[in-house]
């Protein structure tokens, strides 16, 4: 099992930059992919960007290619988002999520564990 507690959230202007954390506890945090999801307020989480276990491969939803990148420190048991060129429809409170294995996914009920999440709001 593993714990998982986002931070780096915050208010920032459009065009702005936030890199979101994600610290992992627990065991064997390189057997996990893990993922960045998204919800915004009267909507379901969406993903956002994934990584596999040994770094080697990354997914990332059309609308943040180009502006986010994910990756992980296995040393460190974190996993990172680095938001760049933020837009007013990031808007949301973003999630890490941690699936058991090797599989890379974007489909939100494949991961079985998840933090409380880190509210991001960008201004217009």
């Known amino acids: 099992q593993v714990q998982l507690v986002e931070s780096g959230g915050g208010l920032v202007q459009a065009g702005g930059s936030l890199r979101l954390s994600c610290a992992a506890s627990?065991?064997?945090?390189?057997?996990?992919?893990m993922g960045w999801f998204r919800q915004a307020p009267g909507k379901e989480r969406e993903f956002v960007a994934a990584i596999s276990l040994s770094v080697t491969r990354t997914a990332y939803t059309d609308s943040v290619k180009g502006r986010f990148t994910i990756s992980r420190d296995n040393t460190k048991n974190t996993v990172y988002l680095q938001m760049n060129s933020l837009k007013p429809e990031d808007t949301a409170v973003y999630h890490c999520?941690?699936?058991?294995?090797?599989?890379?996914?974007?489909?939100?009920?494949?991961?079985?564990?998840w933090g409380q999440g880190t509210q991001v709001t960008v201004s217009s």
């Open positions: 999520g941690a699936r058991l294995g090797a599989v890379l996914t974007t489909n939100v009920g494949s991961y079985a564990y």
């Open positions: 627990g065991r064997s945090f390189s057997s996990y992919a």
